[in-house]
T-cell receptor, first 111, second 118 residues
Framework: NAGVTQTPKFRILKIGQSMTLQCTQD?????MYWYRQDPGMGLKLIYY???????DKGEVPNGYNVSRSTTEDFPLRLELAAPSQTSVYFC??????????FGQGTRLTVV | AQSVTQPDIHITVSEGASLELRCNYS??????LFWYVQSPGQGLQLLLK??????LVQGIKGFEAEFKRSQSSFNLRKPSVHWSDAAEYFC????????????????FGKGTHLIIQP
């Protein structure tokens, strides 16, 4: 039981490039989330999903896209990377009572 | 909109001393309340949670937290800290499922960085 797995762990992007952050969970959770963490700012919700085929915007969705084709996977897509997207990204999943299980994070730098 | 305030950005405590980390929330009713811990370079690990019932909740690693409705607080405590407790601590609130929430994630405070002095 691996929990929530994120790849890659680190990535450096150039301005304007795109990439996909991968997230998969093996707990059969319906709810999945993407957060970004910036120093001194806590975690901000980017997108969330309540099940396969259903996604919705969180607090800071601009510049990102998501899809949820299966229960297990919830990739986050960055189009036209900008320096403001330099952050640590966390994927999480939940069985619905609010408690979230987090991945180890992806540290992204846009230069 | 719900919000969480952690008034202390940094706290320094001597090893063996007691610890209290403060958390205040803003929410229309009683939310679900959580404390998470993050070690450097790691993800977040759940320490404890409050949904309802007994207002004093016990968590892992010897931590406890007390929900005080009148003060909209959910402070985290530990009687005696260990050097391994040095980490970032986050308080979070979530919308209860019975109120139609639960799906839209948690709202986090900005975190308290705990430093342990030998």
């Amino acid at each position: 039981n691996a929990g929530v797995t994120q790849t890659p762990k680190f990535r450096i992007l150039k301005i304007g490039q795109s990439m996909t952050l991968q997230c998969t969970q093996d707990m059969n959770h319906n709810y999945m989330y993407w957060y970004r963490q910036d120093p001194g700012m806590g975690l901000k919700l980017i997108y969330y999903s309540v099940g396969a085929g259903i996604t919705d915007k969180g607090e800071v969705p601009n510049g990102y896209n998501v899809s949820r084709s299966t229960t297990e996977d919830f990739p986050l897509r960055l189009e036209l990377a900008a320096p403001s997207q330099t952050s640590v990204y966390f994927c999480a999943s939940s069985y619905g009572q609010g408690e979230a299980f987090f991945g180890q994070g992806t540290r992204l730098t846009v230069v | 909109a719900q919000s969480v305030t952690q008034p202390d950005i940094h706290i320094t405590v001597s090893e063996g001393a007691s610890l209290e980390l403060r958390c205040n929330y803003s929410y229309g009713a009683t939310p679900y309340l959580f404390w998470y811990v993050q070690s450097p370079g790691q993800g977040l690990q759940l320490l404890l949670k409050y949904f309802s019932g007994d207002t004093l909740v016990q968590g892992i690693k010897g931590f406890e937290a007390e929900f005080k409705r009148s003060q909209s607080s959910f402070n985290l405590r530990k009687p005696s800290v260990h050097w391994s407790d040095a980490a970032e601590y986050f308080c979070a609130v979530g919308s209860p499922m019975y109120s139609g929430g639960g799906a839209d994630g948690l709202t986090f405070g900005k975190g308290t960085h705990l430093i342990i002095q030998p």
